[in-house]
């Protein structure tokens, strides 16, 4: 190149190097985004304007999304627009424009959102500054805490169904604010539902809302949660009529269910047609079934965490109802105004009453004559007092019981003379009673803790009396006994909560739970004449379990699009000498894409130190609690999950898609033909085969979820298996909860104020069963004490559950008219179970004909097609 060329190359270098740093900060710019991250707009600026920017992003953050729309503005006013409300400050050094993080004094807000009306606590508000895209949400106890800088000019707090109300932020204030939130007089047609950044928390919980829970169609006229949460994907109950849960293959003793943070052992009334749960004092229920946090321990498959209302602080009211099978009544009020108010309710079906008629056998030809009766009853009881802003007491009860009676005669005769008679009556009686007290107090602006102490107890006992008289004899004998098992868990807790700034909610906390197990115990009575007298007790063994825990989770916004849930909880199990140990890393991940579409995943390990001996041929809950043991080891399970899910642009619309794969090692079985009634007591362990198990499958959710016409469609694609060492000659089989498909469609439409439609339809395919594949006569060797008997069926089973029962499928529907008076509401309750009679068995028996020398499998459907109505006032 000649002198003259390398000139002109340096004199154009020059120029553009002056050209790049001809800025200054009267020079006028413009620029437009919509939900955009600040370095996008840092981006912009640089390549329409030639403005360099200069930042360490481990110190400044420029994730949050901005909406900005500057037009023809100097530089500096417009950067101090842009920056400012995010702390963030900028200088020029040279040609750069140098960003860094502001010294700014923040002021912590903390307090509680409760409703105007009733004082009745809030959970999972929004607290929110619409100027910096940051928020917060209640906890259990609607208590919230947010760290702002100090001008920032207002909050947001809003929840679903409630006006929205403004709070405004100041200097730090220790005591705790509350913000009261006035209902909407009306709801519209159609209710937001906006998903903020602060709600990224909810990923893998499923809140089921009260409404949600009386919009479902209702068996006999009750609305029920425990059968709302089964229509959910991943979820399954037992066959048509049985209440157990089922969750992603697991049994139902791998379901930890708490009320007011205290377990309940076993769920159902009247064999599952009822849960335990009475609807109309729920306040909330947070369902998880994968990522648990890290708080939560002690359980495989799921966690249900149920709150009941507080009570009305402010005036008295309550609710009533009548059905064609149970009654209920509820009453909440203040025992002193905004101090102390209290909540009482009871339920008792008259199923006795009506049907002790019904259920009669007098044909003595076939059967003896006979007559049952069934029935329950529960109440609940809740105190809360408020001793200062910082400080507030709860205290509650539950006390419930299932009731069967059978009576029945029986006699057989020879040329007119009676050979055998015999009269008997059995009595089951099962349930469960729980108490909890609770001590709310705030430590400061960011610091929370709950103390829990709670105890729960199951119980089942059956008592049978026998008279009976034996052949060629006068006397008359009397056999008797009497069999129980029972449950009791002790629990005291601490749990913390920490909120440093907004993106970060730490939560801590310890525990020690003492259990009580009474597998089993029988007393056995006969005072037979002319027999020794016999009176044994066996089975009577109590063994006690010790557990300790402690946790630490942190849920994290760690971008505008990226949350996170770390956790670990550890564990540590005392029983008989032997100590057992768990350490459980919990991580779930939620990642926003743009248009909606959201991305997670989740990896979790579980252990649990308790097992149940399920009797699987009885439909009575026989179940036995047993802790781990020397031979038996607690199980532990490890699940990975990953899904997409999607909302529309106005939310109208929801989908989601999940897969998982589950493993569980240390599940249970029986040996052979042992059952919870000669396989309890001290050697419980010797009659159980120790195995393996997995499941996996996919779930998808479809949802509508806003106006008059609402509802979901659920579909689950399941496999669930095991394996033991003496079962099924080692080989892995389908588990007894494997359900291929299960599809849900729910449908809720409003018709104007005062009329609410809906329906469900349920498609399950058939779960495993075992069947003989030869049978043989044995020899009948009587007692001259039992009454005369064919010779006995001996059955060769073939493989384990190589056999499908027959799906089920039901519909169900309900209509609900509601009129509003000046000072009370009445509502006209009509349901429809099983409306086109499909005939689902509820179990399932091997009959043998003997005059036509063939045995069949028999389906026993106890649930035919169930018209009802139910009136019910609110006052």
Same mark, same amino acid.
């Given at each position: 190149?000649?002198? &003259?060329?390398?000139?002109?190359?340096?004199?154009?270098?020059?120029?553009?190097?002056?050209?790049?740093?001809?800025?200054?900060?009267?020079?006028?710019?413009?620029?437009?985004? *919509?939900?955009?991250?600040?370095?996008?707009?840092?981006?912009?600026?640089?390549?329409?304007?030639?403005?360099?920017?200069?930042?360490? /992003?481990?110190?400044?953050?420029?994730?949050?999304?901005?909406?900005? +729309?500057?037009?023809?503005?100097?530089?500096?006013?417009?950067?101090?627009?842009?920056?400012?409300?995010?702390?963030?400050?900028?200088?020029?050094?040279?040609?750069?424009?140098?960003?860094?993080?502001?010294?700014?004094?923040?002021?912590?807000?903390?307090?509680?959102?409760?409703?105007?009306?009733?004082?009745?606590?809030?959970?999972?508000?929004?607290?929110?500054?619409?100027?910096?895209?940051?928020?917060?949400?209640?906890?259990?106890?609607?208590?919230?805490?947010?760290?702002?800088?100090?001008?920032?000019?207002?909050?947001?707090?809003?929840?679903?169904?409630?006006?929205?109300?403004?709070?405004?932020?100041?200097? +730090?204030?220790?005591?705790?604010?509350?913000?009261?939130?006035?209902? *909407?007089?009306?709801?519209?047609?159609?209710?937001?539902?906006?998903?903020?950044?602060? %709600?990224?928390?909810?990923?893998?919980?499923?809140?089921?809302?009260?409404?949600?829970?009386?919009?479902?169609?209702?068996?006999?006229? %009750?609305?029920?949660?425990?059968?709302?949460?089964?229509?959910?994907?991943?979820?399954?109950?037992?066959?048509?009529?049985?209440?157990?849960?089922?969750?992603?293959?697991?049994?139902?003793?791998?379901?930890?269910?708490?009320?007011?943070?205290?377990?309940?052992?076993?769920?159902?009334?009247?064999?599952?047609?009822?849960?335990?749960?009475?609807?109309?004092?729920?306040?909330?229920?947070?369902?998880?079934?994968?990522? &648990?946090?890290?708080?939560?321990?002690?359980?495989?498959?799921?966690?249900?965490?149920?709150?009941?209302?507080?009570?009305?602080?402010?005036?008295?009211?309550?609710?009533?109802?009548?059905?064609?099978?149970?009654?209920?009544?509820?009453?909440?009020?203040?025992?002193?105004?905004?101090?102390?108010? &209290?909540?009482?309710?009871?339920?008792?079906?008259?199923?006795?009453?009506?049907?002790?008629?019904?259920?009669?056998?007098?044909?003595? %030809?076939?059967?003896?004559?006979?007559?049952?009766?069934?029935?329950?009853?529960?109440?609940?009881?809740?105190?809360?007092?408020?001793?200062?802003?910082?400080?507030?007491?709860?205290?509650?009860?539950?006390?419930?019981?299932?009731?069967?009676?059978?009576?029945?005669?029986?006699?057989?005769?020879?040329?007119?003379?009676?050979?055998?008679?015999?009269?008997? /009556?059995?009595?089951?009686?099962?349930?469960?009673?729980?108490?909890?007290?609770?001590?709310?107090?705030?430590?400061?602006?960011?610091?929370?803790?709950?103390?829990?102490?709670?105890?729960?107890?199951?119980?089942?006992?059956?008592?049978?009396?026998?008279?009976?008289?034996?052949? +060629?004899?006068?006397?008359?004998?009397?056999?008797?006994?009497?069999?129980?098992?029972?449950?009791?868990?002790?629990?005291?807790?601490?749990?913390?909560?920490?909120?440093?700034?907004?993106?970060?909610?730490?939560?801590?906390?310890?525990?020690?739970?003492?259990?009580?197990?009474?597998?089993?115990?029988?007393?056995?009575?006969?005072?037979?004449?002319?027999?020794?007298?016999?009176?044994?007790?066996?089975?009577?063994?109590?063994?006690?379990?010790? %557990?300790?825990?402690l946790y630490g989770e942190d849920e994290w916004n760690a971008a505008h699009n990226l949350w996170l849930n770390l956790g670990v909880h550890a564990s540590g199990f005392l029983v008989d000498g032997r100590f057992y140990n768990s350490i459980q890393p919990r991580l779930g991940i939620r990642y926003e894409l743009p248009r909606r579409w959201v991305l997670r995943g989740s990896y979790t390990h579980m252990t649990q130190y308790l097992h149940l001996l399920a009797n699987n041929a009885a439909s009575l809950p026989t179940d036995l609690w047993v802790p781990s043991s020397g031979r038996v080891k607690p199980m532990f399970s490890r699940q990975g999950s990953f899904g997409v899910s999607k909302t529309s642009r106005r939310g109208m619309y929801a989908m989601s898609l999940e897969g998982y794969y589950k493993t569980m090692d240390h599940v249970i079985e029986y040996k052979g033909a042992a059952s919870p009634f000669n396989g309890a007591g001290k050697d419980w362990d010797e009659v159980v085969d120790i195995g393996k198990g997995r499941s996996y499958g996919a779930e998808l959710l479809l949802e509508k979820k806003k106006g008059t016409t609402r509802g979901w469609i659920g579909y689950t694609l399941a496999w669930s298996e095991r394996a033991f060492p003496s079962v099924n000659q080692g080989r892995i089989f389908p588990y007894k909860y494997d359900r291929r498909h299960d599809l849900e469609v729910v449908i809720t439409q409003k018709l104007g104020k005062r009329w609410e439609l809906s329906a469900s339809w349920e498609y399950a395919s058939g779960t495993p069963l075992s069947l003989p594949n030869a049978s043989y006569e044995g020899i009948n060797d009587p007692s001259p004490y039992d009454p005369p008997q064919n010779d006995p069926i001996l059955?060769?089973?073939?493989?384990?559950?190589?056999?499908?029962?027959?799906?089920?499928?039901?519909?169900?529907?309900?209509?609900?008219?509601?009129?509003?008076?000046?000072?009370?509401?009445?509502?006209?309750?009509?349901?429809?179970?099983?409306?086109?009679?499909?005939?689902?068995? &509820?179990?399932?028996?091997?009959?043998?004909?003997?005059?036509?020398?063939?045995?069949?499998?028999?389906?026993?459907?106890?649930?035919?097609?169930?018209?009802?109505?139910?009136?019910?006032?609110?006052?």
């Amino acid at each position: 190149m000649s002198l &003259f060329g390398r000139f002109l190359l340096g004199m154009l270098l020059i120029s553009i190097s002056v050209q790049a740093s001809e800025w200054d900060w009267r020079m006028k710019i413009s620029v437009v985004v *919509k939900d955009q991250p600040l370095e996008t707009v840092c981006t912009i600026l640089e390549q329409q304007y030639g403005i360099h920017f200069s930042y360490s /992003r481990n110190i400044v953050d420029l994730s949050p999304l901005v909406t900005i +729309n500057v037009q023809n503005r100097p530089l500096k006013k417009a950067l101090d627009e842009i920056f400012s409300p995010y702390n963030i400050s900028f200088a020029r050094i040279g040609d750069q424009i140098v960003l860094t993080v502001k010294k700014h004094p923040t002021a912590t807000i903390n307090g509680y959102v409760q409703d105007f009306k009733t004082g009745e606590k809030l959970i999972g508000a929004t607290v929110y500054s619409p100027i910096l895209h940051v928020g917060t949400m209640t906890n259990q106890f609607g208590f919230f805490s947010i760290t702002l800088p100090q001008d920032t000019s207002s909050l947001t707090v809003s929840y679903i169904g409630y006006e929205p109300a403004h709070l405004y932020s100041g200097k +730090n204030d220790k005591t705790p604010v509350i913000v009261a939130l006035h209902p *909407k007089s009306s709801l519209p047609e159609v209710i937001v539902d906006t998903i903020r950044p602060t %709600e990224q928390s909810t990923v893998s919980r499923l809140n089921v809302s009260p409404a949600a829970v009386k919009s479902m169609p209702r068996l006999l006229g %009750e609305a029920d949660m425990m059968r709302t949460i089964v229509a959910l994907p991943g979820v399954s109950g037992s066959l048509d009529g049985a209440g157990s849960l089922n969750v992603r293959g697991g049994s139902p003793d791998q379901n930890l269910i708490l009320l007011d943070g205290t377990p309940i052992f076993n769920v159902s009334h009247l064999f599952g047609i009822f849960s335990v749960f009475n609807p109309d004092i729920v306040k909330n229920a947070d369902f998880y079934k994968g990522a &648990f946090p890290a708080r939560y321990g002690g359980r495989l498959s799921s966690i249900v965490d149920i709150s009941l209302k507080d009570g009305d602080m402010q005036q008295y009211h309550g609710e009533a109802a009548i059905g064609l099978i149970a009654a209920k009544a509820m009453v909440e009020g203040p025992l002193k105004k905004d101090k102390t108010s &209290f909540l009482v309710s009871a339920r008792r079906s008259h199923t006795d009453m009506l049907m002790n008629d019904l259920i009669v056998n007098n044909n003595t %030809e076939s059967g003896p004559e006979s007559n049952a009766y069934v029935y329950f009853y529960d109440a609940n009881v809740k105190i809360n007092h408020i001793f200062s802003p910082r400080d507030r007491i709860y205290l509650s009860a539950y006390i419930g019981q299932d009731k069967l009676s059978v009576k029945w005669k029986e006699g057989s005769s020879d040329g007119g003379i009676s050979t055998y008679s015999g009269d008997s /009556r059995s009595n089951f009686l099962w349930g469960n009673y729980t108490s909890t007290l609770r001590w709310n107090h705030v430590f400061g602006p960011k610091m929370f803790a709950n103390v829990t102490v709670n105890y729960s107890q199951y119980y089942f006992s059956t008592d049978y009396k026998y008279n009976y008289k034996p052949l +060629n004899s006068l006397d008359t004998g009397i056999l008797s006994g009497k069999y129980y098992s029972r449950i009791q868990n002790a629990v005291a807790k601490m749990d913390f909560e920490y909120r440093p700034q907004p993106k970060h909610t730490i939560k801590f906390g310890v525990g020690g739970i003492t259990h009580i197990f009474t597998p089993g115990v029988s007393v056995f009575q006969d005072n037979g004449k002319d027999q020794p007298a016999v009176d044994t007790t066996y089975g009577d063994v109590t063994s006690v379990g010790q %557990e300790l825990y402690l946790y630490g989770e942190d849920e994290w916004n760690a971008a505008h699009n990226l949350w996170l849930n770390l956790g670990v909880h550890a564990s540590g199990f005392l029983v008989d000498g032997r100590f057992y140990n768990s350490i459980q890393p919990r991580l779930g991940i939620r990642y926003e894409l743009p248009r909606r579409w959201v991305l997670r995943g989740s990896y979790t390990h579980m252990t649990q130190y308790l097992h149940l001996l399920a009797n699987n041929a009885a439909s009575l809950p026989t179940d036995l609690w047993v802790p781990s043991s020397g031979r038996v080891k607690p199980m532990f399970s490890r699940q990975g999950s990953f899904g997409v899910s999607k909302t529309s642009r106005r939310g109208m619309y929801a989908m989601s898609l999940e897969g998982y794969y589950k493993t569980m090692d240390h599940v249970i079985e029986y040996k052979g033909a042992a059952s919870p009634f000669n396989g309890a007591g001290k050697d419980w362990d010797e009659v159980v085969d120790i195995g393996k198990g997995r499941s996996y499958g996919a779930e998808l959710l479809l949802e509508k979820k806003k106006g008059t016409t609402r509802g979901w469609i659920g579909y689950t694609l399941a496999w669930s298996e095991r394996a033991f060492p003496s079962v099924n000659q080692g080989r892995i089989f389908p588990y007894k909860y494997d359900r291929r498909h299960d599809l849900e469609v729910v449908i809720t439409q409003k018709l104007g104020k005062r009329w609410e439609l809906s329906a469900s339809w349920e498609y399950a395919s058939g779960t495993p069963l075992s069947l003989p594949n030869a049978s043989y006569e044995g020899i009948n060797d009587p007692s001259p004490y039992d009454p005369p008997q064919n010779d006995p069926i001996l059955d060769h089973m073939g493989d384990r559950n190589k056999y499908r029962t027959t799906p089920m499928h039901r519909l169900d529907l309900s209509a609900t008219y509601s009129k509003k008076k000046r000072l009370w509401t009445k509502s006209w309750t009509f349901s429809l179970y099983n409306a086109y009679n499909q005939q689902n068995p &509820f179990f399932y028996a091997i009959v043998t004909d003997r005059e036509k020398q063939e045995r069949y499998l028999a389906e026993v459907s106890i649930l035919p097609i169930l018209p009802s109505v139910t009136y019910a006032i609110k006052f």
